[in-house]
């Protein structure tokens, strides 16, 4: 399929997991893509893939920090340059931290709610102007299952994601007029660089029962930290979906990706 032909792309978190899965889904059929990461080398693993799979040729990286303004501005700029416009963006980007809430600091929760919340929120106002000028653009962002399920030890990543899902909705109203469709994927049971991280960020006494209902109905044949999950790969199809035309009459809402986790 060449869904993706002649669209241009800027995927953020593209270094690693499902930001990666994704990059190369939608370089695969067809796009032309800015992968964004604060990690090189993770961008340089892409690149990797990418020239494997003989699509590298449109594929530009760069790097950036989302939780700061002045890299934001610069890195979004620069693609959109290089692109000569966009017409997608999806907003992978993210890091998570964990512990119990009465223990958790101001600095800490600034940090996760920066990331992953206002680095949504920058990439996304840096982005619009150039989303609009398309009439016929999709942004893609992040939730989680953690957003609408609880998760235990995660309230700062779980208040971050919540958040970009209600952001996620306002944006589909405001600008759905000017042809700009906006959708929230909310994974859960997927392996990534975060989840193959999730137990270094628990507390030391964690009451591991409380994760009993965190596992999904359908098999899977990959694991993280002990647990079933999916690959990347399933995020990312869904996402080569609602940002192609397949997707045209899909906005404002969230679709969960989890096998069945939280059915």
Do not use: C
């Not at 790969?233 to 906005?251: P, Y």
């Amino acid at each position: 399929m060449n869904r993706f032909e002649g669209r241009r792309i800027l995927v953020t978190g593209a270094g690693s997991g499902i930001g990666q899965a994704t990059a190369l889904r939608l370089l695969a059929e067809g796009g032309r893509v800015v992968a964004a990461d604060i990690s090189e080398a993770g961008l340089a693993d892409t690149r990797k893939s990418a020239e494997h799979a003989l699509t590298a040729d449109r594929l530009d990286t760069v790097v950036v920090d989302i939780g700061d303004e002045s890299s934001v501005i610069k890195v979004v700029g620069q693609a959109i340059s290089a692109l000569g416009g966009l017409d997608v963006l999806v907003n992978a980007a993210g890091i998570l931290r964990g512990g119990h809430t009465h223990e958790t600091s101001l600095e800490l929760w600034n940090q996760v709610i920066s990331v992953n919340l206002t680095g949504t929120f920058l990439v996304t106002r840096e982005a619009l102007p150039a989303l609009l000028a398309t009439g016929n653009a999709v942004v893609v962002n992040f939730s989680s299952t953690s957003a609408a399920f609880a998760h235990p030890y995660m309230a700062a990543y779980a208040a971050s994601k919540g958040g970009i899902q209600s952001f996620t909705h306002a944006l589909a109203l405001e600008y759905g007029k000017q042809g700009l469709r906006a959708v929230a994927v909310a994974p859960g049971s997927v392996k990534s660089g975060i989840t193959d991280t999730t137990a270094s960020y628990l507390p030391e006494d964690t009451d591991w029962s409380l994760f009993g209902k965190l596992s999904p109905i359908l098999s899977t044949d990959l694991e993280s930290g002990g647990a079933p999950m999916a690959g990347p790969e399933s995020v990312a199809g869904v996402i080569a979906m609602l940002a192609s035309e397949d997707g045209a009459f899909i906005t404002g809402t969230e679709i969960r990706v989890d096998g069945g986790t939280h059915a």
